[in-house]
């Protein structure tokens, strides 16, 4: 303590009391030190989360940190049938390492023992954890204060000494005074019993202004902000959570003016911090122990681990090169001490492994490690590859390994509640994040509690540019869109909104959880950090987010969750039901030699299949992982890949930057250009990747070989450049040069090689991890293009709940691939996607509204047995049970067909037979059952409703409100020869158009939504969603178009549209300018006539009943032939029998033929 100080404030609420305080963290030692004060206490409401990020701020700035917590308490337990009293707020103080440990052990208590309320712990708990902590009694919202403000004097008397007798001499009666027009309600009303029960029991007063922001200017914002945490409205007359504009950070002269009359208040502030002299501290990495001598563990792990490789695998480099790169990286494992860390990562995945939980081949840098592949933590050879282990543990900078690890998604959870069984549950857990409120995220929640309306408010956030994936500060897009300041000048309101939102942007709104951190203590974690539970997990997780959890000394693990594994294990479990290994496709030709023991193991593909390598040339890669996108299928189409280096290399090419790139690659690759030479020294170092440097470890090579580098060097060097560290650069620079010139490069030329080097390591990809995924990607394409029907069966069930994406994949299925399929069908579908006879079987559980669930109870009713008909169907299955919803899902889609055709008619009876199965399943429940007969014998079956079918679109129409898509066929179908005619394209011809360049097209869908919005200046557009026979696609449509052809526009319609096609980053783009019903386009169309497919003559006068309304009404068609072809089992061959004139022909002809029964198919003549 310095210049005899006045007064320090012991109650801060920085941002970490979220949505609370308005205190950033990082600015607070600078706003005390400004004021003259040597310390400051930060309290946030119930948690300890900036606990050791303030107090290192608060040191390296010259201020004292005091750590302390704002914890609500709970004084009695209520008696039976009454309310218990809500918890009252107390202020702890940290003035020892013991008040430290009991203060995160008190916190940890209000989270995880809360049982779903608030945080919040027992007065037996304060007794418990008391040791080292300076207590302040509360205030007057204290449970002292709260009970003097009720008139309940002896009882606050009674908590006082409870206090008093846990705390001793380390307890302090708090008063506060944050005055008006006059002191709050509240202050007033318990100031004076606080004092007289002080002095009376010979305790020392405090004096603490509750700080919630820093200057009284910001209070309205201020205002704002617990509005927006309380679900209330700044302006609102009902009574809510109101603070006054004096919870400022005030000065101590405010302060010691305020407590006059009460100096020793003033003066205790100073004599607290003196006692509260201890700051935290960080640790050590902290892991627990997996064996008695780590270090021999891992070694003898490792050399039998390389031993069980090395005896099948193909060798990339002579055993001894191996059994070197074993023996130099051990040597820097154990020479930085973390042998127990590659022993416990080891453990858990091989745990996994041996559970048959897929693991990933490796993720980062870490595939760069042979004692990794030794232990089977990754699965890349990283000779074979040239993977650098200094790029994942580099002697020269000391810094924890980071191992992260890909587990299928499905069962990530098993792998870590592994973790937990075997370290034991308290000493493994999740890491929070934090949540913060953006500019967008901060116009909206102010907008909404100074009650604006929603499209105003929403207008002004849409104004606010978007650079990269986050929006711009609000200052920035003040100062960059003329709108957004036209609005704040001509409007009082959105003035006062834009000026909130800019006070409380930046500040933290809520709490969650890492999606794939997890930390493992040698020790209960609370004993190293304080503890939070997010109310949507079981687990535990620490109250210091990733940065601040690892300098208090833990160690993180990543668990992450690849979808694509998901799908891999899919495709091999319907590969083995299918009754093959993997190396034997569908129509039994052997794919590869195979080892005992590895028929199932998709890591023991050849990665030199060239039908795998087809698939990549002919970009037919939908589903294929990372290279989905049109922009990866055009760069596919120019690379043609035929190894697993390019696929390597174009992982890591394909992004902003190095993007540039491609073409050169491509044109090296296939001899259309010739590779040029940056210098002969290097030019082994980048002939895989055709005279380009793509990768962070070509970088350090470069260094190495060029300039002398050590390649732990070349790594510091590597992080230099890539942070564009200026000082570094200006050591490294010179360095470069005379390592170079010392291996007789010229001067110039090194200057050029350093400068591309800079330019390189900015964006430079990690191989380690373009490799691991390349090889994740070769995986998914050998699967499809091996056992394509597994592997779509495999994506599709990993998806089957998001119906655009079933619907891209359908058309994979049946058009890219020529997969043939079954639809869903409650007599051959299973509750997931199956293959059965190579066929895709549709799954019940994809339907929408449905649930997987569900559906087992069909497949669970159905057994080995078909269902015969609806009766049986309702006996089998609990209809109650299934619900009604999902009942008429399935009836929609034609899952009932194969026991009622007539669509119609089961929809219309559910409600029957709902009743009859639930009569069926009491009898069964109650044991109503006769001695010789089954449930349901004596009930009479329900009378199905009667009721013509539905129309072939109506048929369609219900179909798509099942499945998100048309299944069966397409309303178009019957439209597309004349739309040809008319020079109208599918959509898979407008993305070849557009792929060439902007181009006005015509094209046909059916309208399956719109959704209209208003522009920042009034105007209406809208989104319209449609389809064709060959894909789903979304049009804009700006307000002269929308306006004119809204009456088109309905969901169902069908109509042809004049777009402008482009393509924008992957993905296609569509303005509408005009838009036709399709039936005026094909008017006119002329062409064919019809061949009509019947299976008896009676049904030809079914036909001529529907030609010859249509030639009598006012139907608009061309005119044509009408052929009848007879096909009957008694007949030789097909019967053609032609009408001899000519009719009305026209695709809404087509369909109502289509549509009577005994006609197999119409097709244009």
């Known amino acids: 303590m310095t210049n005899d100080p006045r007064f320090i404030h012991l109650r801060t609420h920085t941002e970490y009391s979220l949505l609370e305080g308005a205190i950033p963290v990082k600015k607070l030692p600078g706003l005390v030190a400004g004021m003259g004060m040597p310390a400051v206490a930060v309290t946030d409401s119930n948690n300890m989360f900036c606990a050791l990020e303030f107090s290192e701020g608060a040191s390296k700035a010259g201020i004292q940190p005091i750590v302390g917590c704002q914890v609500d308490v709970t004084f009695a337990t209520p008696e039976p049938g009454k309310r218990a009293e809500a918890p009252a707020p107390i202020v702890l103080l940290a003035q020892s390492e013991a008040g430290y440990m009991n203060l995160m052990k008190l916190n940890s208590c209000a989270y995880l023992d809360a049982d779903g309320q608030l945080p919040q712990v027992s007065l037996d708990e304060f007794a418990q954890y008391h040791e080292g902590l300076i207590c302040l009694s509360g205030g007057p919202d204290g449970p002292v204060g709260r009970l003097l403000r009720q008139g309940q004097r002896p009882k606050a008397e009674a908590i006082v000494d409870r206090l008093a007798a846990i705390y001793t001499d380390r307890l302090y009666i708090e008063l506060q005074r944050h005055p008006g027009d006059g002191l709050p309600e509240a202050e007033r009303l318990s100031e ?10 010979g305790l020392p007063l405090v004096a603490t202004n509750d700080v919630y922001f820093p200057k009284t200017e910001l209070y309205e914002a201020h205002d704002a902000l617990i509005c927006i945490s309380e679900g209330a409205y700044v302006d609102q007359q009902e009574a809510r959570r109101r603070l006054t504009p004096q919870h400022y950070m005030k000065s101590p002269q405010e302060m010691a003016t305020l407590f006059a009359d009460l100096p020793e208040a003033i003066e205790n502030t100073v004599e607290i911090a003196k006692r509260c002299a201890f700051k935290t501290y960080k640790r050590d990495p902290i892991l627990p122990k997996f064996a008695d001598d780590e270090v021999a563990e891992l070694r003898r792990q490792a050399e039998q681990g390389l031993k069980d490789r090395l005896a099948v695998i193909p060798h990339a480099a002579p055993v001894e090169e191996y059994e070197k790169r074993l023996e130099f990286e051990l040597g820097i494992i154990e020479g930085m001490g973390f042998p127990g860390y590659f022993l416990i990562v080891a453990d858990f995945i091989k745990w996994a492994k041996d559970e048959g939980i897929p693991v990933g081949p490796g993720r980062g840098s870490g595939a760069g490690s042979l004692v990794a592949y030794a232990l089977l933590i990754t699965d890349l ?20 390994p980071d191992f992260d690890i890909d587990f299928c998604m499905d069962r990530r959870e098993e792998v870590i509640r592994y973790v937990q069984d075997k370290y034991g549950r308290d000493k493994v857990g999740q890491i929070i994040t934090f949540g913060a409120l953006l500019s967008k995220a901060a116009v909206r929640d102010v907008g909404r509690v100074l009650q604006m309306p929603y499209g105003q408010v929403d207008r002004l956030s849409k104004m606010i540019p978007v650079e990269g994936v986050k929006p711009v500060s609000i200052e920035k897009a003040l100062a960059d869109e003329p709108r957004l300041r036209e609005e704040a000048k001509n409007e009082e309101v959105v003035d006062r909104l834009l000026t909130y939102a800019q006070q409380v942007e930046g500040l933290l709104r809520n709490a969650s959880t890492h999606a794939a951190g997890v930390v493992i203590g040698d020790r209960p974690l609370d004993e190293l950090v304080p503890l939070y539970q997010d109310p949507r997990s079981d687990m535990p997780a620490t109250q210091f987010n990733m940065k601040w959890v690892e300098q208090a000394g833990l160690v993180k693990f990543d668990f992450l969750g690849l979808k694509t594994l998901t799908v891999i294990q899919n495709a091999v479990e319907l590969i083995k039901k299918a009754g093959r290994p993997l190396n034997i496709a569908a129509d039994g030709t052997q794919l590869y030699d195979v080892l005992e023991g590895f028929e199932y193991d998709i890591g023991a593909i050849p990665l030199d299949d060239e039908k795998s390598y087809a698939l990549y040339s002919s970009a037919k890669t939908t589903a294929v992982f990372q290279v989905e996108s049109s922009g990866m299928m055009d760069a596919l189409k120019r690379m043609k890949p035929n190894c697993i280096e390019d696929i390597v290399a174009l992982v890591a090419l394909y992004r902003p930057g190095p993007m540039e790139n491609i073409p050169t690659y491509c044109e090296v690759k296939n001899g259309q250009k010739d590779l040029e030479s940056i210098h002969p020294s290097i030019d082994h170092i ?19 070989v060029m300039a002398g580098y050590s390649l732990g060097g070349a790594d510091l060097l590597r992080r230099a450049m890539g942070k564009k560290i200026a000082e570094e650069m200006a050591k490294e620079r010179p360095k470069f040069e005379a390592g170079a010139k010392a291996n007789g490069v010229e001067p110039k030329k090194a200057r050029e090689v350093f400068d591309l080097l800079e330019k390189f390591a900015n964006y430079g990809f990690n191989k380690s991890h373009a490799a691991a995924y390349a090889v994740v990607s070769y995986q998914t394409a050998w699967l499809k293009a091996n056992h394509p029907v597994e592997f779509m069966a495999g994506v599709m069930n990993c998806d089957i709940h998001l119906t655009d994406k079933l619907g891209i994949y359908f058309q994979e299925v049946k058009k890219g691939l020529g997969i043939e ?8 579908s299973m509750a997931t996607f199956d293959v059965k006879d190579q066929k895709l079987v549709y799954a019940l559980g994809a339907l929408k509204n449905v649930g997987v669930e569900a559906m087992k109870l069909i497949v669970e009713g159905r057994g080995d047995k078909e269902f015969v008909n609806l009766f049986d169907f309702a006996r089998r299955c609990d209809l109650k049970r299934i619900s009604k919803r999902p009942l008429e899902m399935l009836a929609r889609a034609g899952a009932f067909d194969v026991l009622d055709p007539n669509r119609r ?5 559910l409600d029957a037979l709902t009743a009859y199965s639930a009569a069926i399943h009491d009898q069964k429940s109650s044991n109503q059952v006769s001695l010789f007969g089954d449930a349901g014998d004596d009930l009479q079956e329900p009378r199905l409703m009667g009721g013509e079918d539905w129309l072939p679109a109506e048929r369609l129409a219900e179909e798509f409100k099942a499945i998100g898509f048309y299944l069966s066929g397409h309303p178009l179908d019957d439209y597309m020869g004349p739309l040809k005619r008319k020079q109208v394209l599918t959509l898979d011809d407008v993305i070849v158009r557009a792929g060439k360049g902007a181009a006005i097209v015509k094209m046909a869908g059916t309208i399956s939504g719109r959704q209209e919005r208003k522009s920042a200046r009034g105007n209406r557009f809208a989104f319209v969603q449609l389809s064709d026979p060959t894909g789903q696609y979304e049009v804009t449509m700006f307000s002269d178009t929308l306006e004119a052809s809204r009456e088109y526009l309905e969901t169902g319609s069908q109509v042809v549209l004049q777009c402008e096609a482009t393509m924008e980053a992957d993905q296609l783009k569509l303005l509408g300018r005009s838009v036709s019903p399709v039936d005026a386009v094909v008017a006119d169309a002329g062409g064919a006539g019809l061949r009509v497919f019947i299976d008896g003559p009676e049904v030809i006068g079914s036909v001529q009943s529907v030609l010859a309304n249509a030639t009598g009404g006012a139907v608009r068609a061309g005119r044509g032939p009408v052929y009848f072809c007879l096909m009957h089992d008694d007949l030789p061959g097909e019967v053609e029998l032609d009408l001899g004139e000519e009719f009305p022909v026209n695709p809404q002809i087509k369909g109502a033929i289509r549509s009577l029964g005994g006609v197999i198919e119409v097709e244009d003549a």
Do not use: W
């Open 821 to 828: 399929y079954t639809p869903p069908c409650v007599n051959r």
């Open 905 to 909: 008619r089961v929809m219309m009876s």
């Open 686 to 704: 980048l002939a895989e990747t055709q005279g380009i440097i793509v990768y962070q470890e070509q970088v350090m090579e470069i260094a190495q």
């Open 192 to 201: 004076r019993g606080h004092v007289e029960m002080a002095y009376a029991k």
């Open 381 to 400: 050879d990283p000779l074979r590859y040239s993977l650098l282990f200094e790029r994942f543990l580099n002697p020269e900078r000391v810094s924890m």
